[in-house]
């Protein structure tokens, strides 16, 4: 097993990868008083609900069993989580435990961040995305039928317990979603991760476990220096945001569910790449050696045929990261190094939404 930290003085938590740890009864000194909420879905709690109640023998474990999808990640949704801690006299010391993909830490976080004003929560990622991405940091949230994650507040967990073993009944396409953001660390952050990326994203897909528990320490450990450095995303934590204007605007675009969020993503990184080539800022052969990974990992790298480019910027002017009118992207200096800026020329961006025409 690995250990990281996420710095953040009194509110700071340790990660745990490795694999079979939902087995190995790691919660219990997390979890400060005698009354444990157990939030998970359909499709995850009949896969790992026991495991977990067995490591927390000492606890009566009360449960609420959501919907499996984005369409439930709402506040009619969230309540369900609300009436039962509620029903069940939860108090202040209670602990809150997601157990499942991005969607229900978001929305367990939230719930923990809104409950008695805020109560502990422990986050057990089961999907590639939510280990490397959604379960560090402290966003949560749910959406609102006007925007994705417009309703949220930041809220650390009290601990992180990635188990790679249960990635083994993750689907394929969730895979390669998460391995979307998995490159994109490399690419804001670390050449050399990069590099390991390319030639060991076969054995990610074929869910080697040794591989999978080193990217997902690696992508963990910068997720949480850009964290630790800027909590509440008013800096260089935007850098995480690479591809995601693109992939929003394709998200958006083709209805939420269409495209898997991290396929978007892959889509949108090459956009920004191709955009980042044509301000001569990397090279065109940097553009393909990051097209080449993407499809390696089996995500798509061009968005969908019928978007037009006055989609995008109608789509894309919408973007949280649109501040004073400007709008602002992350872009490549080089591969291992990422810029957020609105100082490009509206003419390359038109070719990029082109797709280079
Ligand atoms: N808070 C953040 O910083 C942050 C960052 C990125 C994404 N997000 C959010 O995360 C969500 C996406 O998360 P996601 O990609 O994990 O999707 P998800 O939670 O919908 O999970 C994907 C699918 O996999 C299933 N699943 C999960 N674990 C499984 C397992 N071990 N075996 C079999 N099936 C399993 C789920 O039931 C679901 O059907 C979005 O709502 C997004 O907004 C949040
Ligand atoms: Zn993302």
């Not at 740890?21 to 939030?39: E, F």
């Not at 939860?90 to 435990?97: D, G, K, S, V």
């Not at 889509?267 to 990974?293: F, H, P």
Request: glycine share 8%; net charge negative; proline share 3%.
């Amino acid at each position: 097993m690995q250990t990281l930290s996420v710095d953040l003085g009194d509110r700071s938590y340790p990660i745990f990868i490795g694999s079979g740890l939902l087995q190995q009864a790691r919660l219990q000194p997390y979890i400060k008083g005698n009354q444990v909420m157990l939030v998970s879905n359909t499709t995850v709690a009949p896969l790992y609900r026991e495991l977990v109640c067995k490591g927390l023998s000492q606890i009566d474990v009360d449960e609420v069993i959501l919907p499996d999808g984005e369409a439930y990640k709402d506040m009619q949704h969230l309540n369900l989580i609300f009436d039962q801690l509620l029903a069940r006299r939860h108090n202040r010391t209670t602990t809150l435990i997601a157990l499942g993909g991005g969607v229900i830490g978001d929305m367990t976080g939230f719930a923990a961040a809104c409950y008695q004003r805020g109560v502990n929560f422990i986050q057990l990622p089961t999907t590639l995305l939510s280990q490397v991405d959604s379960s560090v940091g402290g966003k949560t949230g749910v959406n609102h039928p006007a925007g994705k994650n417009m309703i949220g507040a930041f809220h650390q967990p009290v601990a992180v317990v990635a188990d790679t073993a249960v990635l083994q009944t993750l689907p394929d396409t969730e895979l390669s979603a998460g391995l979307a953001e998995v490159i994109k660390y490399g690419l804001i952050y670390d050449a050399d991760f990069f590099a390991w990326l390319e030639s060991n994203v076969q054995a990610l897909r074929n869910k080697d476990e040794q591989a999978l528990a080193y990217a997902i320490y690696r992508s963990c450990e910068i997720k949480a220096e850009l964290v630790a450095l800027d909590e509440r995303e008013s800096g260089v934590r935007a850098l995480l945001n690479l591809g995601h204007t693109f992939g929003h605007a394709i998200e958006t675009h083709a209805g939420y569910g269409q495209w898997l969020h991290g396929e978007a993503v892959a889509a949108g990184t090459v956009m920004a790449a191709d955009l980042s080539c044509r301000l001569g800022w990397i090279s065109r052969a940097d553009v393909d050696r990051i097209e080449r990974l993407f499809k390696a990992a089996g995500l798509p790298v061009k968005p969908p045929k019928d978007m037009t480019p006055e989609q995008f910027c109608t789509l894309m002017s919408v973007d949280k990261k649109v501040m004073d009118g400007r709008l602002r992207l992350v872009l490549l200096k080089a591969i291992g190094q990422a810029v957020v800026t609105a100082e490009f020329e509206q003419a390359a961006l038109m070719q990029t939404l082109n797709g280079g025409v």
